[in-house]
């Protein structure tokens, strides 16, 4: 059983800051990636940023320069700093991790349940 349990979503002014936490827990053998993702009603699911095994990260275009992606592998922990925030990143920010669990053969994606970030004007 893996979980993935995100903290830190909430209200904020445009122009604020938000911090996202996610850590990933259970049977885990080996994790691919961890990153974030956000959804808002009637639109897919989309990349913020992620980091893959091996050091590289990567971003959406329209979150660089704004949005932090770190993490500590020890802990499975992954966080997002979320500076400059603007209306339009109103959306459910989901974390994300492609693992193998203990077990397992092949990578598998996990998503955690989501917390809701929403940016006033």
């Known amino acids: 059983q893996v979980q993935l349990v995100e903290s830190g979503g909430g209200l904020v002014q445009a122009g604020g800051s938000l911090r996202l936490s996610c850590v990933i827990s259970?049977?885990?053998?080996?994790?691919?990636?961890m990153g974030w993702y956000r959804q808002v009603p009637g639109k897919q699911r989309e990349l913020v940023a992620n980091?893959?095994?091996?050091?590289?990260?990567n971003y959406a275009d329209s979150m660089k320069g704004r949005f932090t992606i770190s993490g500590d592998s020890a802990r499975n922990t992954v966080w997002l700093q979320m500076n400059s925030l603007k209306p339009e990143d109103t959306a459910v920010y989901y974390c994300?991790?492609?693992?193998?669990?203990?077990?397992?053969?092949?990578?598998?994606?996990?998503w955690g349940q989501g917390t809701q970030v929403t940016v006033s004007s």
């Open positions: 259970g049977s885990i053998f080996s994790i691919t990636s």
């Open positions: 994300n991790s492609k693992l193998q669990v203990i077990g397992g053969v092949y990578d598998h994606d996990y």
């Open positions: 980091f893959i095994s091996g050091g590289m990260t």
